[in-house]
T-cell receptor, first 115, second 115 residues
Framework: GAVVSQHPSRVICKSGTSVKIECRSL??????MFWYRQFPKQSLMLMAT?????????EQGVEKDKFLINHASLTLSTLTVTSAHPEDSSFYIC???????????FGPGTRLLVL | DQQVKQNSPSLSVQEGRISILNCDYT??????FLWYKKYPAEGPTFLIS?????DKNEDGRFTVFLNKSAKHLSLHIVPSQPGDSAVYFC??????????????FGSGTRLQVQP
């Protein structure tokens, strides 16, 4: 089956630093990747939709300069949390949609803790 | 405005019995719906989907029913097993523009299957 990986799975960083999270589709090509954030005991919140080779579309309330998304290839999208603050601590999940169909495959998530 | 609602935050059933998870939506533009299962600290796992033009889709122990007039869908799990204990999210999928789609998640229902 389709597999989506995320790296790192867990990261702890100091306030003010930037953190990059990678999302890879391992056995299929993904023209579209999605980035979600989940707060404890809350639903997944869509942050942005990225298409390979073009700028990401950010959801209302999500700062594009804060959460930089790059979708440089059909198998890789990156999310960079710039100048991270403790309130950015969360569980970040990516998903990828293959070129053939509409089903999204989710990555295992990355837990970010900003001290 | 919550376009997708899961009004029951939790549900407990006995092993072997049927689990029924409900989801209501307000957006008539959803093309199809997805159900995901999520264990703690993991990304969601796709379970089953249903097109907005169908009223039922079945896959093994999982059946999803869609009532468009009531804007209601439900996931039936029968027989329920302890390993089914997880948080279940329903999501509506809309087409942003050609080739791009977005998911809108409900808040999730925590299912506990008692042995």
């Amino acid at each position: 089956g389709a597999v989506v990986s995320q790296h790192p799975s867990r990261v702890i960083c100091k306030s003010g630093t930037s953190v990059k999270i990678e999302c890879r589709s391992l056995d299929f090509q993904a023209t579209t990747m999605f980035w979600y954030r989940q707060f404890p005991k809350q639903s997944l919140m869509l942050m942005a939709t990225s298409n390979e080779g073009s700028k990401a579309t950010y959801e209302q309330g999500v700062e594009k300069d804060k959460f930089l998304i790059n979708h440089a290839s059909l198998t890789l999208s990156t999310l960079t949390v710039t100048s991270a603050h403790p309130e950015d601590s969360s569980f970040y999940i990516c998903s990828a949609r293959d070129v053939a169909g509409g089903t999204q495959y989710f990555g295992p998530g990355t837990r970010l803790l900003v001290l | 405005d919550q376009q997708v609602k899961q009004n029951s935050p939790s549900l407990s059933v006995q092993e072997g019995r049927i689990s029924i998870l409900n989801c209501d939506y307000t957006n008539s533009m959803f093309d199809y719906f997805l159900w995901y299962k999520k264990y703690p600290a993991e990304g969601p796992t796709f379970l089953i989907s249903i097109s907005s033009i169908k009223d039922k889709n079945e896959d093994g122990r999982f059946t999803v029913f869609l009532n468009k007039s009531a804007k209601h869908l439900s996931l039936h799990i029968v027989p329920s097993q302890p390993g089914d204990s997880a948080v279940y999210f329903c999501a509506g999928v809309t087409r942003l523009d050609t080739g791009r789609r977005a998911l809108t998640f409900g808040s999730g229902t925590r299912l506990q299957v008692q042995p």
